[in-house]
Every structure is written in structure tokens, then in C-alpha cells.
């Protein structure tokens, strides 16, 4: 399978491309919350010195019940995936696994993002289409909870989301990948660190020589060092396509935008916010896209090019 399958930023959005269900809803007229990325605690049981949301209230968490009447609406207006991720840990939410369950059962694909420290939580892997584990250079990951996680859910996506980081821990990385590929990952990310970009493409560097110096095969690393970025579209789509509900009840426009200013902010700002949950029915009824011209690092240009040319008007369309 090719790596296209398994990202987004900065890239040219093939998974939009192909998908014909929801081209034709756009070109109807309709942007449909296609992908929604669910942010259900900030709870987190780590401090990472690279974490890009660490001024979060991490007492922030929506229950249940709000969960599921959030994903509920979004699934009447459209809505066929969602990733759970962070926020915090979602792993940390007490009632996560009934979460994904039900999730499941309403015919919504969900993806998991983890620090990979608390599976022992964690039971409900045949609800999950896809996890995607995160590291760094901070930490060596717990491997005995990750192997016994891999065992447990055979019919899963299995990957890895490394943080590069200015102080790199090859031999973590190496270990990484050498249990990616023993244990048929889909893939290795390794990405550099968003509070620190400026060196991250040279970093990229070192560490593909670093790999291949070791012998280390990385046909399945996804290099993302972030470095490259452009000013935010006006007329932002991907908001529309694939919004972002963080556990303080705020609908934003990507996973992005904390790190969208200069300097980056640590946490999702007031005038990042396309509004709240009580807002849903309205944003996606008067297909109200966020005003992207305030970021400063987007890295979702080719999505919203794509997005702005499936929803131009044309004429002779037949002569293709």
C-alpha cells in the first residue's frame, strides 16, 4: 500500500481525490464534515518538552453523553470517520472504550492517536480501523504494553508518530523502526518538532542517513519535517471537511492552529474558533468556512486548492 495512505499535511489530498461519495456531495453544493478529529480529554499522564498544547486546561473533557450527541449530529450532517487523539491522552478517558463501541456500531470509522503508555485501558481493538502510536526522543516507549496492544488487535493499522526532536535519540528511532517492520506496520512518521522547525528538514536528513547507515530499512518512514508551510487560505475549506472538537467544546478548523501564529501558541486560541457546539448545525448549514488569512504556518494549501476547485463553477465540464 502506498504511503499516500497514510498522511495528509503537506501533500496532495489523494484519499479526497478518490473518494466519488463525497466529490459529488461538494459539487452539489454541500462540504460535508467528512472527517472529524475528536479531541474527548486533555487529561495526559506526560510532560514532552516538544508538546504543542502544553498550556491546555487539562482538567478540559466532554462526557459521554456530549460525545456521542456531538458525534451523532455530525454523523446526520455527513460525518463517515472520525480520529481520536489529543488534546491529551484519550486513553485517559474514563468512558473511551464505551466511546469507540458506539462510535463503531453508528458506522463511523474510527482512528486512535496514543502516547502508547496506558493500553492497559484499552479494549475495544476490533472497534478501531486504525492506531497510530506517538514518541519522541524524550522517552523510550514502552514496548511490553505496545507488543502485548499489537497482539491483541491483529485486524488493526499499526503505526508509529515520531517527534524528531533537537537533542535525537537514534538509537530509540532505530529500535522504532526495526519493530515497525518486524511486526508489519503500515507505516513509521517521523516529524519534526513543531516549536522547533527551523533545522527539522536538516534533521530529516541526518536521520534517513542515520537509518540507512545502520542498515535499518525505511521504505516505511514518512519523513515530515514541517519546514515548508504557507500562508492560510481566506476561504479555508478543509474546516469544513475536517474539523477539529476539542474536549473544552470549541469547533476549530484543524489540528493545526495552535501552531498556526508566530510565535506558535500552546494551547487552541479564542480567535482560532469557529464557534461551539451549539454552532454545528449552523457552520455546516450555511457552509461557513473559518477565515484562514490570520495563519501564518498552514500546511494544508493543497487540500484547500483542491476544495476550491471542486466547488468553482464551470461550464463545459463534459470536455474534460
Not at 26 to 32: F, K, L, N, Q, V
Not at 105 to 129: A, C, D, E, H, P
Request: proline residues 5%; aromatic residues 8%; hydrophobic residues 40%.
Amino acid at each position: 500500500m502506498t504511503l499516500r495512505s497514510y498522511t495528509a499535511a503537506s501533500t496532495l489530498p489523494v484519499k479526497l481525490l478518490q473518494n466519488a461519495f463525497v466529490i459529488n456531495r461538494i459539487r452539489a453544493g454541500y462540504i460535508p464534515p467528512q472527517h472529524v478529529q475528536l479531541n474527548p480529554t486533555n487529561r495526559c499522564n506526560l510532560k514532552c518538552g516538544f508538546c504543542s498544547c502544553s498550556e491546555r486546561d487539562r482538567k478540559a473533557e466532554l462526557d459521554l453523553e456530549k460525545l456521542l450527541r456531538v458525534m451523532a449530529n455530525f454523523q446526520k450532517l455527513g460525518c463517515q470517520s472520525v480520529t481520536i487523539t489529543g488534546g491529551g491522552e484519550p486513553l485517559l478517558h474514563p468512558d473511551i472504550n464505551a466511546l469507540i463501541k458506539i462510535l463503531h456500531g453508528l458506522q463511523i470509522q474510527v482512528g486512535l492517536v496514543t502516547n502508547g503508555t496506558q493500553f492497559s485501558k484499552f479494549s475495544s481493538y476490533k472497534n478501531v480501523t486504525w492506531c497510530r502510536i506517538s514518541s519522541s526522543d524524550d522517552r523510550e516507549p514502552e514496548w511490553a504494553g505496545i507488543m502485548n496492544a499489537v497482539q491483541s488487535g491483529p485486524g488493526i493499522d499499526w503505526a508509529f508518530s515520531h517527534v524528531l526532536t533537537r537533542k535525537p535519540d537514534w538509537d530509540v528511532l532505530g529500535r522504532l523502526v526495526i519493530f515497525a517492520n518486524e511486526h508489519n506496520f503500515t507505516h513509521v512518521r517521523i516529524v519534526g518538532d513543531l516549536l522547533d522547525i527551523e533545522k527539522s528538514a536538516l534533521r530529516m536528513n541526518v536521520a534517513r542517513a542515520h537509518l540507512l547507515g545502520a542498515g535499518i530499512d525505511d521504505s516505511k518512514v514518512i519523513y515530515q519535517d514541517r519546514a515548508t508551510f504557507v500562508m492560510g487560505a481566506e476561504r479555508c475549506l478543509i474546516s469544513l471537511i475536517k474539523p477539529v472538537v476539542s474536549a473544552g467544546g470549541g469547533i476549530y478548523p484543524c489540528c493545526g492552529v495552535q501552531y498556526a501564529q508566530d510565535p506558535p501558541g500552546l494551547d487552541y486560541v479564542e480567535s482560532m474558533r469557529m464557534g461551539s457546539l451549539e454552532d454545528i448545525d449552523r457552520i455546516w448549514g450555511e457552509q461557513t468556512p473559518f477565515d484562514g488569512s490570520r495563519c501564518v504556518r498552514c500546511y494544508y494549501d493543497d487540500y484547500n486548492s483542491a476544495l476550491d476547485l471542486l466547488t468553482m463553477p464551470l461550464s463545459h465540464a463534459e470536455f474534460v
